[in-house]
């Protein structure tokens, strides 16, 4: 099980890493590849070149800036969960990051790497949404941002358009009195996830499920109902309310709406709720 | 493409073809120790150090490793830093095969180094990416928390 011939170069700044995709036919960005090298082995893509993004400087590192800590995108997953203003200020990152893959994996792979490939269920992702996160891109038409909430669109796909590359994600500070619950169900540690919930409490809730649609996404009732001050049955049992629920390989929807329901109860008990 | 890399603490150069993986690079280079097995990150058997943290070949490319400093476990055992895990895992019967055993052992190592004396669910969740197909991981287990104990004295 071999990749198809590729040329390969290591880009030594974002501009460079875009010059090279623009003159290409038909490049990929290789972050930490730890899913992209595994597509290719399979053969499931072919492209003629990779352009090496991982050693670009100003794209990894961690740092507060006025009310947010900024991430780079090529920072590792191992890097994340030990960085002290992770573990300060971004609990649930710092506890969700566990949670993806093995430790090989997450020496090598990146948390920009994982937003921008929107499997959908991955943890990251999730987390973005949760953290209502702010992505910064750099492309051929020059730099944007893209709020977590229009970022992902469907089963490994997002907003970015061709060439353009996710360099920063952005996580305003969340408030004090926020608390964070997170939760997955898989067969064994590091396995993806059956279902999945990253949750923030506070003023304006945020409760998102991964592995349970073609993307992250909030529950927009139950987060309503978590709002409102309501019981934790109560909000419970609209876990998946207007929630497009796929099932897939290790779960049928319906089982999946249960493990839901079930998970999302347990973890707004551990964030403290009656 | 031309690379250069310090290999079990040898720099070693070499031209490689982009596609080819780190573990195939390192099989090819005589290195047998290290295992080629699902080639797509699920089982671990192809589990290298590169700067000082473990890997996977399977997902890198040999030519990601210019300038870096790899180790398998051929290096480890020449340096005797895993003399004691090795002897647990013989004395354990912590293998059959033996195709999985160099990832446990470097993984388990990497363990070990960052918690002295973890739990034997730590074990189990920091060994969840090697697959053992003989054993049943128990003799693994077992292995590790002796060698645990051992070295912190208990």
């Known amino acids: ?274 | 493409m031309k690379i250069s890399l310090t290999l079990n603490g040898e720099v070693v150069t070499a031209d490689v073809e982009p596609r080819q993986s780190l573990v195939d690079f390192l099989r090819a280079s005589g290195l047998t120790g290290t295992h080629s097995g699902c080639e797509h990150g699920v089982c671990g058997a192809c589990s290298v150090r590169v700067g000082g943290h473990v890997v996977r070949g399977c997902l890198m490319l040999a030519v990601q490793t210019d300038g870096q400093t790899v180790e398998t476990i051929e290096g480890l055992t020449q340096s005797a830093a895993i003399a004691d895990l090795q002897a647990a895992f013989h004395r354990r019967n912590a293998l059959q095969c033996g195709f999985c055993t160099a990832g446990m052992l470097l993984t388990a190592h990497e363990l070990l180094a960052l918690d002295p004396l973890p739990s034997r669910d730590d074990i189990r969740d920091y060994l969840s990416g090697n697959y053992c197909r003989c054993t049943g991981y128990q003799a693994i287990i077992d292995a590790i928390a002796d060698v645990a104990a051992e070295r912190s004295g208990r």
């Open chain 1, 1 to 274: 099980m071999k990749p198809a011939p590729f040329e390969y170069v290591r880009a030594t700044s974002v501009d460079d890493a875009m010059a090279r995709y623009i003159e290409a036919e038909d490049a990929r960005y290789l972050a930490g590849g730890q899913s992209l090298l595994a597509a290719l082995n399979f053969r499931l893509d072919a492209p003629e070149l990779l352009i090496d993004i991982s050693q670009i400087g100003a794209l990894r590192g961690i740092g507060r800036q006025g009310n947010a800590v900024i991430i780079g995108a090529m920072t590792r997953h191992a890097e994340v969960a030990a960085d002290p203003l992770v573990t300060a200020h971004l609990p649930l990152l710092a506890q969700a990051v566990a949670h993806v893959a093995h430790p090989a994996i997450r020496h090598r792979g990146t948390i920009g790497g994982s937003i921008a490939l929107a499997d959908p269920a991955s943890e990251m992702p999730a987390c973005a949404l949760a953290l209502s996160a702010v992505l910064h891109v750099n492309g051929p038409d020059g730099l944007r941002t893209i709020s977590a909430d229009d970022f992902f669109r469907g089963i490994y796909e997002t907003a970015l358009m061709p060439g353009e590359i996710l360099t920063q994600i952005e996580f305003p500070l969340p408030a004090t009195e926020a608390r964070h619950g997170f939760a997955e169900l898989a067969r064994r540690k590091g396995d993806y996830a059956m279902t999945g919930l990253a949750l923030m409490t506070g003023p304006s809730p945020r409760i998102v499920w991964f592995a349970l649609s073609d993307r992250p996404v909030r529950a927009r009732t139950a987060e309503a109902a978590l709002a409102a001050g309501e019981t934790r049955a109560n909000i419970a049992a609209l876990a998946t309310d207007g929630i497009n629920v796929l099932g897939d390989l290790n779960a049928s929807d319906a089982v999946k709406r249960h493990y839901a329901r079930i998970l999302l109860s347990r973890v707004l008990q551990e964030a403290g709720l009656p």
